[in-house]
């Protein structure tokens, strides 16, 4: 499940979209989606996509694109919380 993303640069001051994902497997897993070609655009927007915020997904520049993930980021963090408050809440439940 993937729980923050945002708009940073690499170690070599390169546009990245950054994705954490929680995962059972691993805890928590970082991928950096490099922006500097088309097809890295691309690949991001399709990983924005698969959140199914309801925002519409496009890359103008970069000061759009940024303000973009914020928006997405809030709502991905948003049912991150609410997720974890369900599974606490079950195992609760459980334990009763």
Do not use: W
């Not at 490099?34 to 698969?50: D, I, P, Q």
């Amino acid at each position: 499940m993937i729980i923050y993303v945002c708009l940073t640069a690499n170690e070599k001051d390169e546009p990245i979209l950054r994705v954490v994902e929680d995962s059972k497997v691993n805890n928590l897993t970082r991928h950096d989606i490099l922006l500097t070609s088309g097809f890295g655009l691309h690949l991001a927007n399709y990983t924005l996509r698969l959140l199914d915020t309801g925002i519409d997904i496009k890359f103008e520049n970069f000061k759009q694109y940024d303000r973009l993930i914020k928006d997405v980021n809030e709502i991905v963090t948003e049912r991150a919380k609410k997720m974890y408050n369900l599974c606490e809440s079950v195992k609760l439940a459980a334990n009763s």
